[in-house]
Every structure is written in structure tokens, then in C-alpha cells.
């Protein structure tokens, strides 16, 4: 079946690197998403990666991932006050309604 | 482009009411769909559209009704409103071709 998992805070100090992990169960997907979510605002589309790579650089994002393990990981590099939100792992299946399978999402502090 | 615009923003209902949430896009997807998002649950599909005319249930349909009589509005009526229903519902869009979905800013609606 379908299940995203994510812990749901993680505090870190500005200009620390911040490290957000999502495991996935169904092997079959093609599409590993990461979404921010800014207090009362909509989805923001981060980065994605494609199921057979490994890793994805774009600016401070980095995101690595583990097929073996079914693990995901957004690095944020010289995290910012602005950086601060929820950030939700999302996966995307082939066939059927393709739709997003998210995860309950992680809440990034960032303290001055 | 304006995107992917709903209304209302917030909306207050009285347990049994009805009432439509307002989904649109200008960018021409075929695929529209709306979510639920409580707290610690992530966001979970309700239904979804893959072009005019064609509508499908996701993982929590009971309670609601969707149709899709044009590419651009995908309207989510609640024929008789619960306070289970009390939840922030977005809308998102994309095309068939890729699956990079775009998100609206949400609707804010709470059942008495």
C-alpha cells in the first residue's frame, strides 16, 4: 500500500544546514516530491526527483535518495529565518489515478 | 497566468448546510483535483478529474460531489455539511503529460 512517512519537527540555528527525512513503502514510484507550506498558505512546490536518480542539487536545496531503503532527504544548506514552514514529501505512483500520496509533513523552526 | 485560484478563502457552515468550493485554473490542465488537509495527516485526495466530463473518487470521497463541465473549473460541493468535515481544502491542477501539480492557496472551512 501506499504510506509516506515524515517526523513532524526538527529545530535548527540559522545558517545551520537543516536535514528533512521521508521514507515511502511502494517501490513503484516515479516522481519523489517535496512541497513547502508557509503558515496559512498554499503548497510550494520545492524540487523533485525522478525514482532512478540518486541525487538533485538545486541552489541550497539537495535532495538524496535511496531506492534500496525507500529513503528521501531534503538538505537545506545556510537555513534561513525564512526557511521556517512545514515541508511535506510526496510520491507519485505510475498508472492508475497518479495522484500525490503525501506524507503528514515536517515543521522546520528556525531560531535566530 | 493567474494559476490556480479558489474561493472562498475562509468559510463558516452550520452542520447540514450546503455549499461549493470554487476551483479554477487558466493554465489548460487536464488534471484537476482536490485535497483534504487536517492536522498531523498530510493532505489525502478526495476526488480528482483527468479532463471535461470524467470525474473519479480518491481516498476520502464520502460527503462530497464534484463535477467538471469545463478544462477550467472543478467545483467541490458539500451537499449537507459535518463538523468532520472541518478542514482546509486545496485545489491543485496539472497537465497529463508530467506530474508536477500546482497547488491553490486553500479554503479554510469549519463546520459548527
Known amino acids: 500500500g501506499e504510506d509516506v512517512e515524515q517526523s513532524l519537527f526538527l529545530s535548527v540555528r540559522e545558517g545551520d544546514s537543516s536535514v528533512i527525512n521521508c521514507t515511502y513503502t511502494?517501490?513503484?514510484?516515479?516522481?519523489l516530491y517535496w512541497y513547502k507550506q508557509e503558515p496559512g498558505a498554499g503548497l510550494q512546490l520545492l524540487t523533485y526527483?525522478?525514482?532512478?536518480?540518486d541525487m538533485k542539487q538545486d541552489q541550497r536545496l539537495t535532495v538524496l535518495l535511496n531506492k534500496k531503503d525507500k529513503h528521501l532527504s531534503l538538505r537545506i544548506a545556510d537555513t534561513q529565518t525564512g526557511d521556517s514552514a512545514i515541508y511535506f514529501c510526496?510520491?507519485?505512483?505510475?498508472?492508475?489515478?497518479?495522484?500525490?500520496?503525501f506524507g503528514s509533513g515536517t515543521r522546520l523552526q528556525v531560531q535566530p | 497566468n493567474a494559476g490556480v485560484t479558489q474561493t472562498p478563502k475562509f468559510q463558516v457552515l452550520k452542520t447540514g448546510q450546503s455549499m461549493t468550493l470554487q476551483c479554477a485554473q487558466d493554465?489548460?490542465?487536464?488534471?484537476m483535483s482536490w485535497y483534504r488537509q487536517d492536522p498531523g495527516m498530510g493532505l489525502r485526495l478526495i476526488h480528482y478529474?483527468?479532463?471535461?466530463?470524467?470525474?473519479d473518487q480518491g481516498e476520502v470521497p464520502n460527503g462530497y460531489n464534484v463535477s467538471r463541465s469545463t478544462t477550467e473549473d472543478f467545483p467541490l460541493r458539500l451537499l449537507s455539511a459535518a463538523p468532520s468535515q472541518t478542514s482546509v481544502y486545496f485545489c491543485?491542477?496539472?497537465?497529463?503529460?508530467?506530474?508536477?501539480?500546482?497547488f491553490g492557496p486553500g479554503t479554510r472551512l469549519t463546520v459548527l
Open positions: 491543485a491542477s496539472r497537465l497529463l503529460s508530467t506530474d508536477t501539480q500546482y
Open positions: 511502494d517501490s513503484s514510484s516515479t516522481y
Open positions: 526527483i525522478f525514482s532512478n536518480m
Open positions: 510526496a510520491e507519485s505512483l505510475l498508472g492508475g489515478r497518479r495522484a500525490l500520496t
Open positions: 493554465m489548460n490542465h487536464e488534471y
Open positions: 478529474s483527468v479532463g471535461a466530463g470524467i470525474t
